[in-house]
């Protein structure tokens, strides 16, 4: 059964830094893309960020270009966000996220994926 776990959400000051991990299990991972959504309190879930199976292609909400990082280290089979320059509007559950076709780029659809993680709450005090 594949499973995606994330860690790493916390609560930091505005500036500050986290680094999310998202572990998976029980699929080629090498083979799918995976991404990170977020779900501020009160608002519906939103694209963050992209990376393609290889790691060769991201793309990024406008939002976070410039602040954020998704990379990826396939022999681990885990995927990662660095979160830099953190703003209190960035404070969500964030999500990770496996698209349903291997060699598949992901994309902002929900319906892209068929794999969630459980969550992992950011908070960013101001």
């Known amino acids: 059964q594949v499973q995606l776990v994330e860690s790493g959400g916390g609560l930091v000051q505005a500036g500050g830094s986290l680094r999310l991990s998202c572990a998976a299990s029980?699929?080629?991972?090498?083979?799918?893309?995976m991404s990170w959504f977020r779900q501020p309190p009160g608002k519906e879930r939103e694209f963050v960020a992209t990376i393609s199976w290889g790691g060769t292609s991201r793309n990024y909400v406008d939002s976070v270009k410039g602040r954020f990082t998704i990379s990826r280290d396939n022999a681990k089979k885990t995927v990662y966000l660095q979160m830099d320059s953190l703003e209190p509007e960035d404070t969500a559950v964030y999500y990770c996220?496996?698209?349903?076709?291997?060699?598949?780029?992901?994309?902002?659809?929900?319906?892209?994926?068929?794999?969630w993680g459980q969550g992992t709450q950011v908070t960013v005090s101001s």
């Open positions: 996220a496996s698209v349903k076709e291997r060699w598949t780029l992901g994309s902002a659809l929900s319906d892209d994926y068929d794999v």
């Open positions: 029980g699929r080629t991972f090498s083979s799918y893309a």
